[in-house]
């Protein structure tokens, strides 16, 4: 036993615990060149209704309404370009306001807004009896 009254040890200790640490080898690393491989999740480019949120299907011809609630696509809030705090809420130049941003347009710098969005997968919905399954599971003996 030693001579000190606690069992912490400091910075004057010199026992077998610090050399044991010192002389434990690292893991093998994987030496591969280059940078880390990114984990980052997939992404795909969708559009979404500006009203509702629905995912828009990308067709040959170009939807005039969203499918589900009816609000106009061809319209200033769906736009690229629709910028709340910018000159007449838009970044491109154009020569007059246009008074309702949720009506179709004749604009010739139109363009659908098409977002990035991380692709997830959900798990498919846990009925109330798998729940209770996963719960008894754990006070379960082996």
């Known amino acids: 036993m030693s001579d000190r009254k606690y ?3 400091g910075y004057q200790d010199h026992g077998e615990k610090r050399q044991k640490e010192e002389s434990r080898e690292k893991p093998a690393r994987d030496e591969t060149f280059g940078p880390r491989r990114l984990q980052m999740p997939g992404t795909r480019t969708v559009s979404r209704c500006a009203q509702c ?3 828009l299907q990308s067709v040959g011809e170009p939807l005039q309404q969203c499918p589900k609630c009816g ?5 200033c809030k769906q736009c690229t370009y629709f910028d709340p705090s910018s000159r007449f809420e838009c970044t491109q130049p154009i020569p007059v306001r246009v008074p ?3 009506e179709v347009n004749q604009c010739t710098f139109y363009s659908i807004r098409v977002m990035v969005e991380k692709e997830t997968s959900t798990p498919s919905a846990l009925r109330p009896s798998d729940a209770r399954q996963a719960f008894e599971n754990l006070f379960k003996k082996k």
């Open 53 to 55: 949120g629905t995912v």
């Open 71 to 75: 609000f106009a696509l061809h319209s």
């Open 7 to 9: 069992r912490q040890h």
């Open 100 to 102: 309702r941003k949720d």
